[in-house]
């Protein structure tokens, strides 16, 4: 029987946890080995199988595959564990349930890795499609270990098939490596749908050109998976010179409105994240929006479901190693979840989901200021902060592990920044949020005053802005008029003071309201 942990954030009250434990607080389960949690932003909890293997300890989210079937969200992730034992495989596929992508029940693992002589001795991203009365589970085979590779294709993909979602059936003799041309050391991703235009299947494969090693989405068809006969075809897309894209990993594709949507995630240019193309046709020409991204590059490998009304975009929100402010991005984290919202020239916005909003109903009857700096008048929950001599803040007491803020917003000058500091220690570091103006950008800035993140944002003056916070331990993700979204990794966020700032600036921040879970 598979090990269950219930995530649900009705649930406050926690076991009793050591000062350690608390203190590591990141949200989800990434550590302090909670038996029952809650949590919005989830990752995978400890001892997942109840075992005593060092392996079965704690882990990440990684890659998520969202799959929509009768009602519920089968959320399926690529599982990093924190502890990866010598000669044992990785990322095996598990399941986060939801009916409301606001509560989680944690459904274990669903595909595991293979034994060092199979293709899959590494699971890689995939995706779910149903034929008939059973499922189909496409996903990434990756096996670099040396002896392997002397007659093996480092990377294919592979299948599993189900008839419940539950009991997964691998299907030891299906197997596409990348045909010739194309680069079967990096050959992944496999996005599988219905094509009603070509009354086909399609088949979507992140790769590589070879030789010239220029990044595409491969494109292959089936009359029928059941016969496993693939056919590959030109591809969806192949990166611009001006692109340049090394690789365009877990891609996605769907309609919504009059509008055809190609998603995909870049990892190694200098505009890493989760982008999009769209079009009037499945296929093409695709055109890049001015603003062409989902979130910044703390937010990655984005891939959608849609329950058949709204349409949500699921990625993972980097966590850092060492687990600190000043840690450098590391793979998985905590699972984040937008909706998306289609604005009324085709491009995509982002909103959190209604169902995590509403989670945040107890209401505090002002935020607790702590201190202030600069040149700042304070009235019943609005704030003018002139910094433009010199820098203004106003500080708040600590708003523990879950928070929601909401404000709004208004910047008087075309020069300098305003926005929202976290405190990350008691000693007065903070990570800042940045609203500036002139560079076009949302920006989230170390405690060392690296730009760790960012996304594009025409702010004009004099114009009020409406901005919503969702806090949960580490996990910080700013929503700018219910259209742009930000997700960020603060270490130390929950424990200390936040507050706002002006720099260079003259802002007014009205309406200030802050909630937590009932």
Same mark, same amino acid.
């Given at each position: ?7 649900? #954030?009705? =649930? =406050? ?23 029952? *949690? ?51 495989? &990785?990322?095996? #596929? ?42 189909? &589970? /496409? ?7 040396? +002896? ?24 030891? =003799? ?28 399609? $088949? ?12 595409? =989405? ?18 969806? /897309? ?6 340049? /894209?090394? $690789? ?7 309609? $919504? ?40 590059? &703390? ?24 687990? !600190? ?9 905590? $699972? ?6 289609? !604005? ?9 989901? @209604? ?11 002002? +935020? ?20 433009? +001599? ?7 007491? +600590?708003?523990?592990?879950?928070? @929601? ?27 800042? *949020?940045?609203?500036?103006?002139? @560079?076009? @950008? ?16 025409? &702010? ?30 603060? /270490?130390?966020?929950?424990? !200390? ?22």
């Amino acid at each position: 029987m598979k090990y269950k942990n219930i995530i649900t #954030i009705t =649930l =406050l009250f926690f076991s009793l946890l050591s000062c350690s434990q608390d203190e590591n607080y990141t949200g989800g389960s990434i550590s302090g080995g909670e038996s029952e *949690i809650t949590s919005v932003f989830p990752a995978p909890p400890a001892q997942w199988m109840g075992a005593n293997d060092p392996y079965y300890s704690a882990g990440f989210t990684g890659d998520i595959m969202p799959f929509f079937d009768n009602g519920k969200f089968h959320i399926y992730f690529l599982h990093d564990a924190q502890n990866k034992p010598a000669g044992k495989g &990785f990322h095996d #596929i598990h399941e986060f349930l939801s009916t409301d992508l606001a509560h989680f029940t944690y459904e274990g693992q669903t595909i595991p890795y293979g034994e060092n002589t199979d293709p899959d001795f590494a699971v890689g991203t995939g995706s779910v499609v149903k034929v008939g009365n059973l499922y189909y &589970f /496409y996903y990434t085979g990756h096996n670099g270990l040396p +002896a392997f590779l002397q007659s093996n294709a480092r990377e294919s993909v592979l299948c599993a098939t189900s008839p419940d979602l539950k009991n997964w059936t691998k299907i030891t =003799l299906f197997k596409i490596t990348a045909p010739a041309g194309y680069y079967n050391y990096d050959f992944r991703d496999p996005h599988v749908f219905y094509n009603e235009e070509l009354k086909k299947y399609s $088949m979507i494969v992140s790769t590589q050109t070879e030789p010239g090693r220029k990044a595409v =989405l491969l494109h292959f068809t089936s009359a029928d998976p059941a016969s496993g006969i693939w056919d590959v075809q030109n591809p969806i /897309y192949t990166t611009t010179p001006q692109e340049n /894209y090394l $690789m365009m990993e877990c891609a996605d594709i769907f309609k $919504m409105g009059n509008y055809w949507y190609l998603i995909f995630s870049e990892n190694w240019s200098g505009n890493k994240g989760t982008h999009y193309k769209m079009a009037s046709s499945i296929n093409g020409p695709w055109t890049t929006p001015q603003n062409d991204r989902i979130d910044g590059e &703390f937010f990655y490998a984005g891939k959608t479901a849609s329950d058949g009304n709204k349409r949500y975009v699921f990625g993972w929100n980097a966590r850092k190693t060492p687990e !600190n402010d000043l840690g450098n991005k590391d793979w998985a984290g905590n $699972m984040v979840i937008h909706e998306l919202i289609q !604005n009324t020239d085709g491009t995509l916005g982002m909103q959190s989901p @209604k169902a995590v909003v509403d989670l945040f109903s107890k209401k505090n009857s002002s +935020a607790e200021v702590d201190a202030t700096l600069g040149s700042v008048t304070t009235n019943n929950g609005n704030y003018t902060l002139s910094g433009t +001599a010199e820098k203004a803040m106003v500080t708040f007491k +600590a708003i523990g592990k879950k928070a @929601k803020i909401k404000a709004e917003i208004t910047l008087a000058n075309n020069s300098g920044t305003a926005g929202i500091v976290f405190h990350t220690n008691d000693s007065g570091s903070y990570y800042k *949020i940045a609203f500036d103006i002139a @560079k076009g @950008k949302v920006i989230g800035y170390n405690s060392a005053s690296q730009e760790t993140t960012g996304i594009p944002f025409q &702010f004009q003056a004099n114009v009020k802005y409406n901005i919503e916070i969702i806090a949960e331990g580490s996990v910080v993700v700013i929503y700018i008029n219910g259209r742009t979204a930000l997700t960020n990794r603060i /270490y130390g966020r929950d424990k !200390n003071k936040w507050g706002l700032i002006a720099e260079g600036q003259n802002t007014v921040i009205s309406n200030l309201q802050l909630t937590q879970p009932e």
